[in-house]
């Protein structure tokens, strides 16, 4: 790395006025205080956030927090990286520049003005999303501004299609607070285009619309708005058509089984979640996921299993039990506690799911995750599934052995 050469080990000294007074590295952004010193901007900003008022050279007060770009002294530092790159030194990249407040505030009120012409606030909506991609400095700056707010108002307010989607696109960068989740949730017609926006020609839309539903259903902890989003048919079957066919977005099997997952919580909306295909969906796209989706996935599974309906639905798939089976001990902790549970669920309600678990191993997963470092919760349904399998252990195991000892066995 550029900012932490190592002057004995590559024979090269980096200019004393390229170091950063503060953390002594090469600087990668030059940036100069009202004190007219220069530092490194991830320095001084972090100087800053942790109370200090004073330029740490001059222990002058700073009247202002204003960062001006020194680029002068940042083209001098990638020449000298150029003219050392045979020792090794790779040249800085040149730093996108964080947004300026008065451009945020600008750029806001001409995208939430009904009275400028639709093509500029639609320009104005993409560059606010350019900027929010840019950085998580940019994404305060704009969150700062009521950003959400305006934003909310033009996603859900009616007018031109492609101004409430790109508003929309913009909008799912922010975390939403629990009073914009109930004024969404709480709104049937806005819950309405959301459900209709997961059947919309654009593939951002209909992933755009998943992660707003996610949000809104996470956000707003009042069950029962939380059961009237995840009730709605339409929206359930939408997320359930974005995972059963992948489409070529980065964001659609993220966003996929978030928005899933959430819509699962609600106990009560569960049976509709089965009867538009989650269950047959999830086990198909089991292997696609990463891990932290996997968890995801593989919780949404044992949630349908608590519902006779999943229980049955996920029975019927072939590929449920023998899956479950091999994510044991393969994925995380956590991926092992809820495959473990959804297979308890399952081997509890059908003799046939017993008898593929057992054919699928599940006898010796079960004794290696209860003699492993897994959760407390794993091993106590590791051992439960144990003993409803009794019967099913050769003869000669420790299974039917009075020395086996299950403790710690509590419902599921």
């Given at each position: 790395?550029?900012?932490?050469?190592?002057?004995?080990?590559?024979?090269?000294?980096?200019?004393?006025?390229?170091?950063?007074?503060?953390?002594?590295?090469?600087?990668?952004?030059?940036?100069?205080?009202?004190?007219?010193?220069?530092?490194?901007?991830?320095?001084?900003?972090?100087?800053?956030?942790?109370?200090?008022?004073?330029?740490?050279?001059?222990?002058?007060?700073?009247?202002?927090?204003?960062?001006?770009?020194?680029?002068?002294l940042?083209?001098?530092?990638?020449?000298?990286?150029?003219?050392?790159?045979?020792?090794?030194?790779?040249?800085?990249?040149?730093?996108?520049?964080?947004?300026?407040?008065?451009?945020?505030?600008?750029?806001?009120?001409?995208?939430?003005?009904?009275?400028?012409?639709?093509?500029?606030?639609?320009?104005?909506?993409?560059?606010?999303k350019?900027?929010a991609?840019?950085?998580?400095?940019?994404?305060?700056?704009?969150?700062?501004?009521?950003?959400?707010e305006?934003?909310?108002?033009?996603?859900?307010?009616?007018?031109?299609?492609?101004?409430r989607?790109?508003?929309?696109?913009?909008?799912?960068?922010?975390?939403?607070?629990?009073?914009?989740?109930?004024?969404?949730?709480?709104?049937?017609a806005?819950?309405?285009?959301?459900?209709?926006?997961?059947?919309?020609?654009?593939?951002?839309?209909?992933?755009?619309s998943a992660?707003?539903?996610?949000?809104?259903?996470?956000?707003?902890?009042?069950?029962?708005?939380?059961?009237?989003?995840?009730?709605?048919?339409?929206?359930?079957?939408?997320?359930?058509?974005?995972?059963?066919?992948?489409?070529?977005y980065?964001?659609?099997?993220?966003?996929?089984?978030?928005?899933?997952?959430?819509?699962?919580?609600?106990?009560q909306?569960?049976?509709?979640?089965?009867?538009?295909?989650?269950?047959?969906?999830?086990?198909?796209?089991?292997?696609?996921?990463?891990?932290?989706?996997?968890?995801?996935?593989?919780?949404t599974?044992?949630?349908?299993c608590?519902?006779?309906?999943?229980?049955?639905?996920?029975?019927?798939?072939?590929?449920?039990?023998?899956?479950?089976?091999?994510?044991?001990?393969?994925?995380?902790?956590?991926?092992?506690?809820?495959?473990?549970?959804?297979?308890?669920?399952?081997?509890?309600?059908?003799?046939?799911?017993?008898?593929?678990?057992?054919?699928a191993?599940?006898?010796?997963?079960?004794?290696?995750?209860?003699?492993?470092?897994?959760?407390?919760?794993?091993?106590?349904?590791?051992?439960?599934?144990?003993?409803?399998?009794?019967?099913?252990?050769?003869?000669d195991?420790?299974?039917?052995?009075?020395?086996?000892?299950?403790?710690?066995?509590?419902?599921f």
């Open positions: 790395m550029p900012g932490s050469l190592e002057p004995l080990d590559l024979s090269v000294q980096i200019p004393y006025h390229f170091r950063c007074p503060i953390s002594l590295e090469l600087m990668r952004d030059p940036v100069t205080v009202s004190t007219g010193q220069t530092y490194d901007r991830s320095s001084i900003e972090s100087w800053v956030a942790t109370g200090n008022t004073t330029c740490p050279v001059t222990r002058s007060p700073l009247p202002d927090f204003t960062l001006i770009p020194n680029h002068t940042r083209r001098l530092i990638q020449d000298w990286c150029v003219a050392n790159r045979s020792f090794g030194v790779e040249r800085i990249p040149t730093p996108k520049q964080p947004a300026e407040p008065s451009l945020v505030r600008s750029l806001l009120n001409q995208a939430g003005s009904a009275s400028c012409p639709n093509p500029s606030r639609l320009a104005a909506l993409r560059r606010l350019g900027l991609r840019d950085s998580d400095k940019n994404r305060s700056v704009i969150s700062a501004h009521n950003a959400r305006v934003l909310i108002r033009i996603a859900f307010g009616g007018g031109e299609e492609p101004i989607l790109e508003a929309l696109a913009v909008l799912v960068m922010f975390p939403l607070g629990e009073a914009d989740c109930v004024g969404i949730a709480s709104d049937p806005k819950v309405g285009f959301l459900a209709n926006l997961l059947f919309h020609s654009s593939i951002e839309a209909r992933v755009n992660a707003m539903v996610e949000m809104v259903v996470v956000g707003a902890r009042c069950s029962d708005l939380r059961a009237a989003v995840s009730g709605v048919e339409e929206i359930l079957e939408g997320v359930v058509e974005m995972l059963r066919n992948p489409i070529p980065p964001r659609a099997l993220k966003i996929g089984i978030k928005a899933m997952f959430a819509l699962c919580l609600a106990k909306t569960r049976h509709k979640a089965v009867s538009a295909g989650a269950a047959e969906t999830l086990v198909d796209r089991l292997p696609d996921f990463d891990k932290c989706d996997a968890e995801r996935a593989l919780a599974v044992e949630l349908l608590r519902v006779p309906s999943g229980c049955e639905a996920l029975a019927d798939h072939a590929l449920t039990v023998p899956l479950l089976v091999k994510t044991i001990l393969k994925i995380s902790d956590r991926a092992t506690e809820y495959a473990a549970g959804a297979l308890l669920a399952l081997c509890s309600a059908s003799e046939i799911c017993q008898r593929e678990a057992v054919r191993g599940v006898l010796t997963q079960m004794l290696l995750l209860v003699q492993s470092d897994c959760t407390d919760r794993a091993k106590r349904k590791a051992q439960m599934l144990l003993k409803l399998l009794r019967d099913s252990w050769p003869e195991s420790a299974g039917n052995s009075d020395d086996y000892v299950y403790s710690e066995v509590v419902p």
